[in-house]
């Protein structure tokens, strides 16, 4: 018997609890297979929660949270709650608070997917963006004045610190070394001067130590490049809303939300988390439609940061071989094809 594992699961609201179980089945089925250990502590936490407390992120259970080795989150939310109280309360907070510096956002084509790109196959489109996932506009900074009135004055201040890019940047140039050593960073150097000077600089810097080639795209022009022509890219680095925004494209090239997959990461402490991009969708919740297959890969992310590579690889696969064909399969039937695989 190998290492074990405390793993937190968040199941959230919607069709988060269903995707979240089928992930688990193939965490649980990995850890037979390959001889380590998973014991899982559920979480009530989500709109659900929040409309029957108040609370929608206790100071006890971020507590709780942070003595576990890694936390698998399905999807918050509810057209009842209104937008940003989870959002600003629950999920920013969990990044802000674990200090989850990065958001690692695989855009990968896999076989028996079809992309909306025209002749685009799965050797076309497999990159990593790295979206930084603690500053920016999602830090919060600003406010109102005179609301309601028409004076109304409302900021929202982009925050970068040099600390916090740079370490953004570290970690995705370690990955881009792992791969074809190539980086490209996006940002809007021709208008956002301030922040794009200082992104530009650490960049330049961080490359240079890691010894990968350094690339710029403007954001707008990656998105067309994203469609155009998305070999041009292999690991990007961007800010948090641009990084939000890119990789909603990225979903879409890569055939929809339904493999899209996200892991927000400490690389140097526990926990982190993992949850796929899609949301709690609860027009489809209970119907068994729900395609569990970006929590699955979620859950990959979440092996591979362990260390369990060998796992993580595994789930990875076990979702790639159900994939063809998915569509006909209820969420839980598809699951067992995956755990079983
Ligand atoms: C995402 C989501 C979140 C974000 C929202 C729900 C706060 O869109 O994970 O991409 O903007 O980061
Ligand atoms: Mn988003």
Redo the contacts with the bound molecule.
Sequence with gaps: MGDSYHLACVPGDGIGPEVVAEARKAVDAAAARFGFGVDWVDFDLGAERFLRTGEALPDVAVKELRETDAILLGAV?RPDVPPGVL??GL??RLRFELDLYV?LRPVKLYPGVASPLAGVGPDDLDLLVVRENTEGV?AGAGGVVHRGGPMEVATETSIETRAGVERCLRYAAGRARERAGRLTLVHKTNVLTHAGDLWQRAAREVAGDAGVVLDYVHADAACLYLVSDPARFDVIVTD?LFG?IL??LGAAIAGGLGTAA?ANLNPSSSPSLF?P?H?SAPDIAGTGRANPVAAVLSASLLLDHLGEREAAAAVEAGAVAALPGAAGYSTQALGDRIATA
Excluded: F, P, W
């Design positions: 939310g959002e600003r999920l920013l958001n999602y948090n939000d990789t909603d996200s949850e991009v949301g």
